[in-house]
């Protein structure tokens, strides 16, 4: 439970949002959360895996620039 609050607790709080808000406009928040939330999960799990592609791709540029380079005159 959230915070110590029921089911009931909640649905009367949703309740008096809607009645305040109206129920278009609560719903159209409540989407907008869950948008960003599924947003956030998503640059998260990017910036994740883009850090450790970059570690990789930096270990291949040393090992290429540590490699002799022959001279073909």
Known sequence: MIGG???Q?????????A???GASRVADLGGAL???IREFRTEAKSDDSDESS???SESETTDKSDSPKSDAS
Request: cysteine-free; hydrophobic content about 60%; aromatic content about 10%.
């Open 34 to 36: 869950g948008r960003g």
């Open 5 to 7: 609050l029921g089911w």
């Open 54 to 56: 970059g570690e990789e």
């Open 19 to 21: 009645l305040l808000f």
């Open 9 to 17: 607790e909640l649905l009367i709080v949703l309740v008096i949002l």
